[in-house]
């Protein structure tokens, strides 16, 4: 079924189906969307059902999942919402035929969210000067409701890194004003708008949005203890430990598409933030530090495990990797990367943006792990057995290691 014949069939049942959200915006940004989203009005929703059997129900009631154009695609039937109680489950949804698009426009978050098309016609439904936003490249809330759903502060800090909007003043005080309850919210939901953000082009925006509306203690208070923490201008002349940070995470966003990766970058200095002023601008033993933080951060937000894995892998290693010269010490360090989620090629990107570029060993490490792997424990002298085994192994690759490492110097 196309596009148009859902349409068409939509509108044999007396109602309008809309293209809404992402797809309409970035129609606007002149960008291709990634999916299409649509919205439909005047239709009973078990009429709906009847017409459409193969339609299953969505992530949330009332939406369907329909193909169209050979894909599936999220279908909701317009609807309104009334705030009743606190956070997220906090509102009483109403939908029902009588429902107008511009009703369901109303209840989203930002302008560039708040428009539809109606794809019989072609007509652009935007009663909140969406297409304005997009072309001015603001971003903006809807209405006095932006406050209701407390998380919708952190869209607009990552709505405004992935595109590269601005925040408009208004909205930051919008997002200001939900403080109180999202310190309240699930640590869950604030975890998908960080690895939402880490996505985007410039993740430093993210932060430093939350941090102008005064929520970046609330939400991520790791990050926000970075601020003021100074270093050495001689190696870090962009800044305090958070300046730096932000710079990291961002020149690895530009190398690498993996947000466990960019979250590693964005952890590799995280103990400094409970660096004692006294020590400043030096950050002694920060590295150990930093594997507190990110230890009572897991136990706050839960991080997937290769993310907390990968992250205490780089905060231990960020400072030694680069100055490693002992056979036996690097040998060990790439055995130990090679059983991380992020690659040797990962743990490079973020070792060159910190220290501007990278050690010999690890220009050529995929090459020499490789060799390591080809000697195993099953090759050992027969008659040794137990830790004599794994001696001899380490032994081994180190030798390989330096007849490795000898070629390619």
Known sequence: MTELDFAKKIHELGGRAYLVGGAVRDKFRGVRAHDRDYCVTG???KIFADAFPAAKFGKSFPVYSVEIDNAFC????ARTERKVGSGYRGFEILFAPDVTIEQDLYRRDT??????VDILTGELVDPFGGRADVLGKKIRAVSQHFTDDPVRALRAARQAAQFGFDICPETLEAMRRCSGELAAEPTERIFDEL?????T???SIFFRSLERAGLLKITFPEIFDLRGKVQPTAFHPEGDAYEHTLAIVDEVAAANPKPVVRFAAL????????????MLPHH?????????VLSRMNRRMRLPADWKKSAA????EHMRAPRLVKPGKIVELLMNLNGLKISVDDFCDIIRADNHGLPPYLMHARQIIDELLKIRGTDAPPDLTGKDVGRWLREERTRRFVEIYRRTD
């Not at 690895?195 to 996505?199: F, G, Y």
């Not at 002694?284 to 507190?292: I, Q, S, T, V, W």
């Not at 892998?313 to 231990?316: A, G, K, S």
């Open 43 to 45: 239709v009973d929703e």
């Open 74 to 77: 999220e279908v909701a039937f």
């Open 111 to 116: 302008t560039i969210n708040a428009m539809a």
């Open 195 to 199: 690895e939402t953000a880490l996505k």
């Open 201 to 203: 082009v410039r993740p």
């Open 267 to 278: 952890m590799h200095d995280i103990g400094k933030g409970t660096t004692p002023a006294h």
């Open 284 to 292: 002694y033993k920060h590295e150990r530090r930093g594997l507190e």
């Open 313 to 316: 892998f780089v905060i231990r």
